[in-house]
Each structure stands twice: as C-alpha cells, then as structure tokens.
C-alpha cells in the first residue's frame, strides 16, 4: 500500500486553510499548517511534506523568501511548492517560478476541486 501523501498548507489565512484541509483529508491526504513563513520553514523540517501549498503575502516571511530557502536546503529543495495566492502579478509569477516553483494558482481564479487536481498531477 502507498503511504499517505503529507501536504503542508501555508496561509495566514484560516478559512483558506480550513476548506484546503477539508478537502484534502477528504482526498485522502495527511494535513499539516502553518500560519507564516518562518512556521512554514520550521514545519518543513520537521515533517518531509511531499509538497507544499505556500501563500505569498505572510507575515514574518513572504512566500518568495520561504521558496528560496526552501531551494536552498538539500534536504527540502526537491518538494514541489505550488504558490497559491490572491496576488496575480506577473512580475511575482515568474520569480516564484524562477524560484523554483513549481506552479503558481490564484486562489479566486481556481475551484477547491481544481487545487486538488493539481496537487495530484504534481505528486505522480
């Protein structure tokens, strides 16, 4: 049996985080969160997501700054990272791309049910 796929949710926004939960653990996902970037970098360590969900506009750390740490690290650049946000720039979009993400959603844009089709592409 294939283990349980372990995705880290990071949003400062709880009801985002709430319904990104809820439908992941739905889909059969292991949930984890974190609030801000430096949460997220610590929760990164500890947990070995197998791909995270990263918002842009945080306190303490910004997406773009947890991204290139992330890419940094051995140990954590090879996670695929989808930038989920509300932000669409495109100057934004290509530096989290050239960051090293590995797509980048806008969040009023995209269906629970599309964030979720994504996710899975990226985890075959």
């Known amino acids: 049996m294939e283990k349980t796929k372990k995705i880290l949710i990071v949003d400062d926004e709880e009801l985002v985080i709430k319904a990104l939960t809820e439908k992941l653990v739905a889909e059969g996902f292991s949930i984890d969160s974190a609030r801000d970037g430096e949460e997220a970098l610590l929760k990164t360590k500890q947990i070995k997501p197998d791909l995270i ?71 075959q």
């Open 53 to 123: 969900l990263l918002d842009i506009i945080m306190p303490k750390l910004d997406g773009i700054s947890v991204l290139k740490r992330l890419k940094l690290w051995p140990e954590t650049q090879g996670i695929p990272v989808i930038i989920l946000t509300n932000l669409y720039d495109d100057k934004k979009v290509s530096d989290a791309l050239k960051t090293g993400g590995t797509d980048y959603l806008v969040k009023v844009e995209h269906s629970l049910t599309d964030i979720v089709k994504r996710v899975k592409e990226k985890l």
